[in-house]
């Protein structure tokens, strides 16, 4: 019997299928404030572990955390001038604070260069004190007209570094190596995301930047999702802040600054890349529970035999859940690990206790991104698993490189690109035939620059390097 | 020579000790909007350590994260009558968003009972559903008049739990299951400060709670610090919100529910509790760097034979910071090591890598909080560390509570409590001697009860359990 369909077909409609998905796999719901987002355990553990494994990368970079205040004055936000401007039409403004109208009414921060900079300003005197590296994990918000669960909330989780460094080259090689080290090696290598590092448009860039780098993912549905940003600030906000050090040759100069962010939205990225018509599949570095051990009928032997296989999979150290709640039809569950897109299911019933007691009994192992589903023997499972959630590992990051390559098309001309984008593909065009009236072209047709790469795949050093490719795409 | 005072001193004006202690340890400083707080990288990493700690014990009780939104509906506010008339003075409202006044005014949380009973009353349908166990770790804002650091800040860092259980029973239990295994296990056997728990008098309970658990601290001037909350919330915000279940009967019925919090204040109160003089004292479980390896000097045998050592006592499971800013006078990074509380220097220099050459040499180790200095064969050093940080852990809530055994007094009458608490001291008086009209010339006199405790120490069952003494102090 075929199994009628949880999710709406991905095929048919995208947007319906990841609305459906993050619904039902239950990772997120819309708050009462709108545009907000309530994160709901499961999409909340996602973010943890999505938290981990970049703060882990950050301070191996050798910055610190810290935290800098919620609330920053209006006057703040104007002393940059191309910040201001690419900021105050999202700005949510506290006018009154204990029970009075405030003198100078504050904004909720969108970002927190601003803020940073005031302090920064005061810590760094010398050239002892620099670099100066520091990160903050934080929420922002930033009032969204087309919100979408995770993609595009008026709130959103993030953390968001701030260095400052002597000299051009310092701030420049560190915004590449947190774009690199840090980014690419934990969307690659943990998120099993075959993201393209590359360099953003002028047009595109941050508000208050010389340069962003960016790193983009491609959807299910062959459009484009950003995945972190890393820019070089220049001295544009030490100037507005008046952020200097005492050189060694005694000269007082203004700092060279970096900041660079990754939000929630790497929740919904991991969903469009990764999801199925079943619901989501996670790969299993970052899986919260990479095993779930299902009691698939309730009688107490069961239920024994699924607690030991449990401990003796966490002590191969494996992440296990396990599924005893028998009172709720076993199909009805099994449909639930597959949205939740855990990796391995192992079922046990009644049948399996009798099979192969030498070797401690049967199970079935169901592998929810190969798709497979046999018989194992028990003694052998947790010697057999975690190699086994290192291929899936990589079959996830191998198909996420096979499906861009699949639907990104090699094009000559504007209108070539916009025809690709708006059928579901990216588009690689010679920059130097889009510029930026080819930019206003392409936006004509909702589609976008996402990045630059050079011809072998690397991040070009400038905005006119020869041979710079322009990947084109619609985005999220 | 004596060496001049870093701070103003504890004994003459604790106060002053302390905010000059937070500057100068560099855990602090404040923010541009009137009350908020800028918490630098070493401050944070105290936090990021009580976080790590509270957190896991939160998940051994079997709650999960969630995040819930910053903002929330004016409206949602005015649900819970006590409630809205707790926070009402303290909130801060944001009026536009988007460029726009916004439709009803929406304010940032000072806590979240309100939002998160709109998303419980979605996710409670039947009493399978029970207990849910949710905490979110965030900021809140409550408007402050008399900011001070860590203490009271306009913006603070948290965690709230909320629980949502099927009887009171079971609510009442898990309140007091947070308020013991989380938060006095924590603050006891971590933060090494020997806090009393106990219950609120009916006066001082949260807004719209049944009942009110609270951890106290004594501060080095024999002031109480409440070092987190644990609240039995009663039918109110369900009953408020419709928060119902479908029971095993078949009856829709309103859940129980709890909350309970602990904040950034717990920072300040590391400070209070076991600063001296020279600075903080940081318990070794806690501290961020447990022993600072310090080259006194600069050549290269020194740097080379301070990284050996460094390595050695990581390898032994200790947490090393290596100084080697040998353009710095040593005489100012032992003060500063001494006002940041690392338990354990160990201090080489040039003469060090020539005595005892057969043991790896010698160095000098200085511990903070036993106040000793004596040259240590470096052979010896990773197998006596680890030893010498537990009994620094030992000393410190030793001295906790003999402070507070020194400091506390048995009284009879309100009159005499309310001299002890001016005095710097906590009083122990029968609660039939208080009552709430007695609450009234304690307040009088800037002093309240702290909180109610049995005889035996235990925390009473109810407000008029007989036997029940009452904790008079004045607060921060």
Redesign the interface.
């Known amino acids: 019997m075929a199994k009628s369909p949880v999710l709406a077909p991905r095929s048919e409609d995208f947007p319906r299928w990841y609305q459906e998905l993050v619904n039902k796999a239950e990772l997120a719901?819309n708050?009462?404030?709108r545009g907000?987002?309530?994160?709901?355990?499961y999409g909340?553990?996602l973010?943890?572990r999505m938290q981990q494994g970049l703060d882990a990368r950050i301070k191996d970079a050798g910055a610190?955390?810290?935290?800098?205040?919620?609330?920053?004055?209006q006057s703040?936000m104007t002393r940059e001038a191309e910040h201001v401007e690419g900021f105050?039409?999202?700005?949510?403004?506290?006018?009154?604070?204990?029970?009075k109208e405030l003198e100078e009414p504050?904004v909720?921060r969108p970002t927190s260069e601003t803020?940073i900079n005031?302090?920064f300003a005061?810590w760094v005197q010398s050239y002892?004190d620099l670099p100066l590296l520091?990160n903050q994990w934080?929420?922002v918000?930033r009032?969204?007209?087309r919100p979408r669960l995770f993609l595009r909330t008026?709130?959103f989780?993030w953390q968001e570094g701030h260095t400052a460094h002597a000299t051009y080259e310092e701030a420049r090689d560190y915004a590449a190596r947190i774009h690199r080290d840090v980014y690419t090696d934990f969307m690659v290598n943990v998120l099993a995301i075959d993201v393209v590092p590359g360099r953003k448009t002028p047009r595109e860039r941050f508000a208050g930047a010389l340069n962003t780098l960016t790193l983009e993912a491609m959807t299910g549905d062959g459009k484009a999702l950003q995945m972190g940003t890393s820019h070089e600030l220049g001295q544009n906000f030490a100037r507005a802040f008046g952020t200097r050090y005492l050189s060694r040759e005694g000269n007082r100069e203004f700092v060279w600054q970096t900041s660079w962010g990754s939000t929630t939205r790497m929740v919904g990225a991991l969903v469009m890349a990764h999801g199925d018509d079943d619901g989501l599949r996670l790969p299993p570095r970052l899986a919260p529970v990479q095993a779930a051990v299902v009691a698939v009928k309730g009688d107490e032997p069961v239920l024994a035999k699924v607690r030991e296989v449990a401990d003796l999979l966490r002590a191969a150290g494996v992440r296990v859940q396990v599924d005893d709640r028998v009172?709720?039809p076993f199909g009805r569950r099994a449909v639930d690990w597959e949205l939740k897109g855990v990796p391995v299911r192992v079922d046990i019933g009644p049948r399996d206790l009798e099979a192969a007691p030498e070797h401690g009994g049967t199970a079935t192992l169901v592998r929810r991104i190969q798709g497979s589903k046999e018989p194992v023997r028990v003694d052998v499972l947790p010697g057999l698993l975690p190699g086994l959630l290192e291929e899936d590992q990589a079959t996830l990051l191998r198909q996420s490189g096979e499906l861009r390559a699949r639907r990104t098309s090699q094009v000559r001309t504007i209108g070539e690109a916009a025809d690709v984008a708006a059928a579901g593909g990216w588009a690689r065009i010679p920059w130097a035939a889009v510029g930026s009236e080819g930019e206003d072209e392409l936006a004509a047709r909702s589609a976008t620059v996402r990045c630059l790469v050079a011809e072998d795949g690397s991040v070009p050093e400038s905005d006119d390097a020869p041979g710079t490719m322009a990947l084109v795409a619609r985005a999220y």
């Open positions: 719901e708050g009462p404030v907000t987002m309530v994160i709901r355990p909340y553990a973010w943890e610190q955390n810290a935290y800098f205040p919620l609330l920053i004055p703040y105050s039409p999202e700005l949510a403004v506290v006018t009154h604070g204990g029970g504050a909720v803020v005031a302090s005061r002892r520091i934080a929420n918000v009032w969204e007209m008026s709130e989780l009172d709720t």
